[in-house]
Each structure stands twice: as C-alpha cells, then as structure tokens.
Nanobody
Framework: QVQLVESGGGSVQAGGSLRLSCVASGYTSSSNWMGWFRQAPGKEREGVAAIHTRYGGTLYADSVKGRFTVSQDKAKNTVYLQMDNLKPEDTAMYFC??????????????????WGQGTQVTVSS
C-alpha cells in the first residue's frame, strides 16, 4: 500500500522560508514523477513543482520559479520542497503526489495516482 506523508508546514512571515518533506512508503516505481500541489480555500488545486525520481529533472509553475526548489533523497524515499521568499499568496494546503499516469502531465493533479494528506502553509504579511 502506497503512503505519502507530508510534513514541514507552518506559519511564517512574508519573506521567510519553509521546507516541506514528503516521505513515500510502499512505493515501488523508481522512474516517474513526484509532484507538489497546493490548494487555497475557495481556489482550485494548483501544480507547484515536480521532480523525476530517476533523472532528477525538475519543473516549476511560473508563480514559484526562482523561489521554490524541489529535490529528493532517494535513500530516504523523500521529496522536499524548499520554499524561500514566501508571500501571503503562497498560503495554502500543500500536497505531494506520486506517479503520473501514462500520457499525463506533471501539472495536472488528476493525472497522479497517489496523494498525501497535506500540510498547511500560512504566510502572513
């Protein structure tokens, strides 16, 4: 059974930083994408970043480029999202997701098979 567990959320002031972690267990695919998404109250889910678990390639939404960095520690089955220069508009529940279906897009949440429960990030001005 695949389980994704996020941690690292919290409350920070604008300009601050947080690092989110997503630990995967029971996950056997060594060559697929893992993504980070966020959803603010009343808004649609938004793709934030993704990393290819074999090749290490990364992708980012325009809204976070230059501020967020996605990385992985294969030995720990963990994907990270380093968030710097946080803004109030980054406030949301953040989720990690794993394994894009064949033909899927990294930024499309409906194309991922597995999801974590989320961790809340709140940025105050």
């Amino acid at each position: 059974q695949v389980q994704l567990v996020e941690s690292g959320g919290g409350s920070v002031q604008a300009g601050g930083s947080l690092r989110l972690s997503c630990v995967a267990s029971g996950y056997t695919s060594s060559s697929n994408w893992m993504g980070w998404f966020r959803q603010a109250p009343g808004k649609e889910r938004e793709g934030v970043a993704a990393i290819h678990t074999r090749y290490g390639g990364t992708l980012y939404a325009d809204s976070v480029k230059g501020r967020f960095t996605v990385s992985q520690d294969k030995a720990k089955n963990t994907v990270y999202l380093q968030m710097d220069n946080l803004k109030p508009e980054d406030t949301a529940m953040y989720f990690c997701a794993a394994e894009i279906r064949s033909g899927g897009r990294w930024i499309s949440g409906s194309d991922y098979k597995y999801w974590g429960q989320g961790t809340q990030v709140t940025v105050s001005s």
